[in-house]
């Protein structure tokens, strides 16, 4: 076997003529992100030494003031993103609006919105555990040249045209679709280069791993509580395993490669669910399906939901299809508790 090495950048220049509209932006927005993902990861891979510094004053050597990662990890985002002209809107986690961009260029045709939740897992960083980033895009609505609106990003996730994650993990990696399958980049540190090491990623049909907060398992529906008893019943290839980090990106990848599923289901805590799904869930679903899994909120697709507003919340069932597939069949299942 003697196939040449990868770099990202060959695969955008080598897949571009695939993308759905070929105008070369989407490629530069990739791109894009490919270096934002960059600056990143080198702060988050250093946050240790940050927080030691911190405790002398809140600034650094720089003399700037020390900034919680995920607020840094929200400004490098957009700050490549505004500063390429690239996309004509982004909408963040970070961010209560959406933000439009006003190209420099009057006559600005860029055409995608991007939404981010630029650092997933924040409450891992302090204990050197992995976090990400995720990203989602689409085509705005309204007309190229005039000033975003609220319609171009709430869009349904089926209308996505590309999203991925960065896990910032024992390696940095790069993982998105354009809805042609999922690649993953691996990043060599030394010379700043992702590498295309996970070609064509296939979630399992099946898995033996179950990732959920349990200490609300008090708080579930019926059927999320019957089906986690399932997952422990001593029967077939059961129990299953758990497994959860607390950071999506970290416990979808994961599950992606071994084969599992994920669950944030409503609680009485949380009645909509607490991951968002414009910048958490749709992202991870068109990746979960684009790699043969499956994304729904206990019933139906998560992508075929209409958005109303831009930081809503829904419950969250996302892993191997036969997996989802089960825990549907218990949200589905006559509730005797
Ligand atoms: P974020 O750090 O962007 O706020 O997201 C955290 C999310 C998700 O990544 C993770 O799986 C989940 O919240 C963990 O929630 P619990 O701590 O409630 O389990
Ligand atoms: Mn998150
Ligand atoms: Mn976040």
């Known amino acids: 076997m003697h196939h040449k090495i990868q770099t990202l950048g060959e695969f955008i220049i080598k897949n571009q003529s695939s993308?759905?509209?070929?105008?070369?932006?989407?490629?530069?927005l990739i791109n894009s992100i490919r270096l934002a993902a960059k600056v990143v990861n080198y702060e988050v891979n250093k946050a240790g030494l940050v927080d030691v510094l911190g405790t002398a004053g809140d600034t650094n050597i720089q003399g700037e003031d020390q900034q919680k990662l995920d607020v840094y990890a929200n400004e490098k985002f957009i700050q490549t993103l505004v500063n390429r002209n690239i996309v004509c809107g982004i909408a963040s986690e970070e961010e209560e609006d959406f933000i439009s961009i006003n190209s420099i260029d009057e006559n600005n045709q860029n055409k995608y919105v991007v939404l981010i939740d630029p650092l997933d897992g924040s409450s891992n960083i302090d204990v050197n555990v992995s976090v990400g980033t995720i990203f989602s895009i689409y085509r705005r609505?309204?007309?190229?040249?005039?000033?975003?609106?609220?319609?171009?990003f709430l869009q349904k996730g089926n209308k996505q045209v590309a999203a991925g994650y960065i896990i910032?993990?024992?390696?940095?990696?790069?993982?998105?679709?354009?809805?042609?399958?999922?690649?993953?980049?691996?990043?060599?540190?030394?010379?700043?280069?992702?590498?295309?090491?996970?070609p064509q990623m296939n979630f399992p049909i099946e898995g033996t791993i179950y990732s959920v907060n349990e200490g609300n398992y008090i708080h579930f529906p019926q059927g999320i509580k019957n089906y986690i008893k399932y997952c422990q019943m001593e029967e077939d290839n059961r129990p299953y395993t758990s497994r959860y980090i607390?950071?999506?990106?970290?416990?979808?990848?994961?599950?992606?490669?071994?084969?599992?599923?994920?669950?944030?289901?409503?609680?009485?805590?949380?009645?909509?669910?607490?991951?968002?799904?414009?910048?958490?869930?749709?992202?991870?679903?068109?990746?979960?399906?684009?790699?043969?899994?499956?994304?729904?909120?206990?019933s139906s697709r998560i992508m075929d939901i209409m958005p109303v507003e831009l930081h809503q919340r829904v419950s969250f069932v996302c892993g191997?299809?036969?997996?989802?597939?089960?825990?549907?069949?218990?949200?589905?299942?006559?509730?005797?508790?």
């Open 246 to 298: 607390g950071s999506l990106v970290s416990d979808f990848h994961r599950n992606m490669i071994k084969g599992g599923i994920y669950l944030y289901p409503t609680s009485t805590k949380n009645p909509n669910g607490k991951l968002r799904l414009l910048y958490e869930c749709n992202p991870i679903a068109f990746l979960a399906e684009q790699a043969g899994g499956k994304a729904s909120d206990g």
């Open 19 to 28: 993308f759905k509209y070929t105008s070369g932006e989407l490629s530069r």
């Open 141 to 152: 609505v309204t007309p190229a040249g005039t000033p975003v609106k609220i319609e171009d």
């Open 320 to 337: 191997s299809i036969s997996m989802v597939e089960k825990v549907e069949s218990f949200m589905c299942a006559p509730q005797i508790s």
């Open 168 to 198: 910032y993990g024992t390696s940095t990696m790069l993982v998105y679709t354009t809805g042609d399958g999922v690649n993953g980049f691996t990043l060599n540190p030394a010379i700043g280069t992702f590498y295309l090491s996970h």
